[in-house]
């Protein structure tokens, strides 16, 4: 088991890679078809994961179980990213990352319905409210960086995720973290391969650009790798909507590198729901986040 300290300072990096990432992949498919710029990037990490796989001399079970975990894993990567990489079309960076912040309510939700879970009636108006951020949103952000389709499609992959967290929590595996994210990859690598016959045409023909060729280098190395080891660390070591929380911090985040780095410009209104969004999350943790503060304090007194 983990200490607490490698925890937070695994949970910190994710942040900051997740952070990040909505930008990369916006840049990654600048100058590439947005799904073979998702094929390049899982080909690419397959072979990078196998060789950290061996360097660390990480085992790397094939059982029916590990094989249920690896499927079940890669809906966090091929099955959410590729609603992910369609909405690079209708939406900024600082949006993806906004819409991935809902993961916690989607998580509650299906934490509710499929697996019996309590909700506090404090959760529900959390939810109710981040629900009404979102209107906000859909109903004043037509412009260039933010369209009602990309709104859809982010949501389908904010499921997905979610979704993949439950399923990998509930095979319990007990998998090594990297050999779980090489799994996970490698059948991310084979499904991505059924879109080969549909994308053929739009093949990458020449070298792509500088700024496309680092997102896509970073989306590898940060995001398919990097991440996938600390995301599934911690899969299998906090609980999955403590995990989910990791996409509470990131939106603002998000949104101030892209309007720094990529000069996104959204409307006010569209902020106005974003902070609406955040509130509503706020509401929704605020009973864990009281308990990690008491827990805090019971600590120091000893």
């Given at each position: 088991m983990p200490s607490q300290t490698n925890l937070a300072s695994t949970y910190v990096l994710l942040v900051f890679i997740w952070a990040t990432t909505p930008l990369a992949i916006v840049w990654s498919v600048s100058d590439l078809h947005v799904m073979w710029a998702l094929l390049l990037r899982f080909y690419i990490a397959l072979p990078l994961s196998v060789i950290v796989l061996l360097i660390l001399k990480t085992s790397f079970p094939?059982?029916?179980?590990?094989?249920?975990?690896?499927?079940?894993?890669?809906?966090?990567?091929?099955?959410?990213?590729?609603?992910?990489?369609?909405?690079?079309?209708?939406?900024?960076?600082?949006?993806?990352?906004?819409?991935?912040?809902?993961?916690?309510?989607?998580?509650?939700?299906?934490?509710?319905?499929?697996?019996?879970?309590?909700?506090?009636?404090?959760?529900?108006?959390?939810?109710?409210?981040?629900?009404?951020?979102?209107?906000?949103?859909?109903?004043?952000?037509?412009?260039?960086?933010?369209?009602?389709?990309?709104?859809?499609?982010?949501?389908?992959?904010?499921?997905?995720?979610?979704?993949?967290?439950?399923?990998?929590?509930?095979?319990?595996?007990?998998?090594?973290?990297?050999?779980?994210?090489?799994?996970?990859?490698?059948?991310?690598?084979?499904?991505?391969?059924?879109?080969?016959?549909?994308?053929w045409q739009y093949a990458p023909t020449h070298?792509?650009?500088?700024?496309?060729?680092?997102?896509?280098?970073?989306?590898?190395?940060?995001?398919s790798l990097v991440a996938m080891f600390c995301y599934f660390k911690l899969v299998q070591n906090i609980k999955a909507t403590t995990l989910s929380l990791t996409t509470v911090i990131t939106p603002m985040l998000a949104m101030m590198i892209g309007a720094v780095l990529n000069h996104e410009h959204l409307s006010m209104m569209v902020f106005v729901g974003a902070f609406i969004i955040l509130f509503g999350l706020f509401l929704y943790f605020y009973k864990d986040i009281q308990a990690n503060r008491n827990f805090a304090q019971h600590i120091k007194s000893k």
């Open positions: 094939t059982h029916k179980q590990a094989l249920h975990s690896y499927f079940a894993g890669s809906f966090s990567l091929i099955g959410s990213q590729i609603f992910t990489y369609a909405a690079t079309q209708y939406l900024s960076s600082g949006m993806i990352a906004l819409m991935f912040g809902l993961a916690p309510i989607m998580a509650g939700l299906i934490g509710r319905f499929a697996f019996g879970q309590h909700l506090y009636k404090l959760q529900w108006f959390g939810m109710a409210i981040a629900v009404c951020g979102l209107a906000i949103i859909c109903l004043n952000g037509s412009g260039q960086h933010v369209h009602p389709f990309g709104i859809v499609l982010m949501l389908i992959s904010v499921f997905v995720y979610s979704f993949s967290i439950f399923w990998v929590k509930k095979v319990n595996a007990q998998i090594q973290p990297m050999a779980q994210a090489t799994g996970s990859i490698l059948v991310s690598s084979l499904l991505a391969s059924c879109l080969i016959p549909f994308i070298l792509p650009q500088a700024k496309s060729l680092f997102a896509l280098i970073y989306t590898v190395l940060m995001a």
